[in-house]
């Protein structure tokens, strides 16, 4: 049986246990901050979206990300029957907000990888993954790589006609 203090008062000892009890709740995600989530808490009409576009995908992780705007975004990591990587990302509706799949260079337009040469010479990618809309038409590329000894990130529009450096 707990003790009380006889020098501390009942409803100090009172207030304490709620503040103590309090700082263990976990805070709510802030913009640009990410939560991994189990698989479990994902809407159905999500984990169905996804079944429908990628019908023989394996669905591997999930996790919930707050935009500047306050939007809570779930991303859906999976790879595809070809054994290549995508990133679902939807509003808990299902209304799809973006989808990446992992692109090996060979399917990247030849235009964009001239634009990229001749913006970038000496540019090497080591990963690239296109960003579709909810119809699967390519929007933009995302490009990791390496440039001389410097790692490198890089957007660029779907017809290579805009080349962006992107955070590292």
């Not at 973006?98 to 001749?118: C, G, L, R, W």
């Amino acid at each position: 049986m707990m003790r009380r203090s006889e020098s501390t008062p009942l409803w100090c000892q009172f207030l304490l246990t709620g503040v103590v009890s309090l700082s263990l709740l976990p805070l709510p995600l802030q913009a640009g901050e990410e939560k991994q989530i189990i698989l479990n808490d994902v809407p159905t009409v999500i984990l169905d979206a996804i079944q429908k576009q990628f019908p023989e995908s394996d669905v591997i992780s999930a996790n919930i990300e707050i935009e500047d705007n306050g939007d809570e975004i779930y991303e859906i990591q999976g790879t595809l029957k070809d054994k290549r990587k995508f990133e679902y990302d939807t509003f808990a509706n299902g209304e799809v907000q973006e989808i990446e799949v992992e692109f090996p260079e060979y399917m990247v337009p030849e235009a964009v990888m001239k634009a990229i040469e001749k913006k970038l010479p000496g540019f090497t990618p080591t990963y690239i993954e296109a960003s579709h809309s909810k119809s699967m038409k390519v929007i933009s590329y995302e490009f990791e790589g390496m440039m001389g000894d410097k790692k490198l990130d890089i957007d660029v529009s779907a017809d290579g006609s805009k080349i962006e450096i992107a955070d590292s």
